[in-house]
């Protein structure tokens, strides 16, 4: 099991950027993978960034340049920056552990707004 907690969503005017904080309940460092998902309204949710095996880094296109994943492992933490965000970056973003392929654990999630 692992509980995820994440945290820094809110409202940001288009171009802004905000940081994403996940803090998981166990060693990430042991994790088969950890990163972040989103839903937009009436969209399927989609893979946003996420880090396999360690130090792999996996990024949609739509984000690649703007968003960064990253990670204190003494913190047992995932971190997303966000930077020169769009109002299509608007939706709810969840934080995705995984022990093994088949053993997959989500946070709450947390909302980002991009809107003037």
């Known amino acids: 099991q692992v509980q995820l907690v994440e945290s820094g969503g809110g409202l940001v005017q288009p171009g802004g950027s905000l940081r994403l904080s996940c803090a998981a309940s166990?060693?990430?460092?042991?994790?088969?993978?950890m990163g972040w998902y989103r839903r937009a309204p009436g969209k399927q949710r989609e893979l946003v960034a996420t880090?396999?095996?360690?130090?792999?880094?996996n990024y949609t296109d739509s984000v690649k340049g703007r968003f960064t994943i990253s990670r204190d492992n003494a913190k047992n933490t995932v971190y997303l920056q966000m930077n020169s965000l769009k109002p299509e970056d608007t939706a709810v973003y969840y934080c995705?552990?995984?022990?093994?392929?088949?053993?997959?654990?989500w946070g709450q999630g947390t909302q980002v707004t991009v809107s003037s």
């Open positions: 995705n552990a995984q022990i093994s392929r088949a053993a997959s654990f």
């Open positions: 166990r060693n990430i460092a042991s994790l088969y993978a």
């Open positions: 880090f396999i095996n360690g130090a792999r880094t």
